[in-house]
């Protein structure tokens, strides 16, 4: 699959509701080498993954263009679809949006994430501001590029205090971010089953899943009808700690 619009046309074949791509999402080329050797079917990375690996902290503080030529590096590497984490897509003009994705789409990536809170407080951009965010990263890489769309709704509150009433503040905005085109709806920090059920029955847009140490189980998630479930920053996380560990181990020995 070298040809990168079949591996945008395959990537987006990969997410079917009740069977859903697993992510575990990666933050350099070795990481990426060592996911896809053990069965993945594509790749994304995650910011704050990425972020730490460079010394950087999560909020759009690693530079864009270190973070396109890290991204550029993992697609050397692999010929599974790459998608990248954009966070806010590094731009507050909308224009400047549709800048960040081209890069992006230039550098190898078949999709890409792009959420609607501000990187500086986690704060919800209004959805009218949002889509025209999405229009322009749309109308700068066509059709064939996935976008994700996420929607930090549910950050909004504790865990506690997640109820249906978010549940429709995050499909009023599903419905608008469909109409710019975007091809998936992430939902990070929702964790109750009930809920997730009625995201995944009522959206328009294939529902991607962010894993916890609450989140139901992948075969949950699958019955819940759920088309894509990532990682996000929990692999770079066990990987930092084994090696910690392992590094413990070996100065407790020398």
Known sequence: MKNPIEKAQHFRTLHVPGHPLLLMNVWDAGSAQTVASAGARALATGSWSVASALGFADGEHTPLALAIENLRRIVMVTELPVSVDLESGYAEVPEQVGETVWQA????????NLEDSFPSDGTLRAWPDQVLRLRQAR????TSFFINARTDVFFQAPPEQHDETLVSAALERAYAYADTGADGLFVPGVVDPGLIAKLAAASPLPLNILVQ????SFQQLAQLGVARVSHGPGPYRLAMKALEEAARAA???G
């Not at 140490?213 to 139901?216: I, K, L, N, Q």
């Open 105 to 112: 789409s230039q550098a190898g990536a078949v999709g890409c």
């Open 213 to 216: 140490p609450s989140t139901p």
């Open 139 to 142: 109308q700068a890489v066509g």
């Open 251 to 253: 100065y407790a020995s």
